[in-house]
């Protein structure tokens, strides 16, 4: 990982404080979705487009690194990607 990657702030637009490479939950507002299926070219592991719906759904734990979460959300046309908040 690169020395850059290590060093604490904040995810873009997102408030988290966190280390870049540290996980972070990934959501789907299915309301604002469109189901461009960019999440899921990006990040095929981790978002599923619903075949019946065309709405991208999160599989699994829907975690990634926080600086990766952050180049998805920043690409998805409909901005329906966001960081889970943590209670």
Known sequence: VPV???TRHSVRG???DA???DPVKLVVD???CIGSGMCEMLEEATF???EDTNIAGVVGE???PADRAAAV???C???ALSIAVQN
Do not use: V
Request: glycine content about 8%; proline content about 4%; cysteine-free.
């Open 4 to 6: 850059e990657l290590r």
């Open 30 to 32: 299915a309301e604002k």
């Open 73 to 75: 959300i920043d690409r």
């Open 62 to 64: 829907g975690l990634l």
């Open 48 to 50: 599923l487009i619903d």
């Open 19 to 21: 280390l870049m490479s």
């Open 14 to 16: 997102h408030g988290t």
């Open 77 to 79: 046309p409909a901005s």
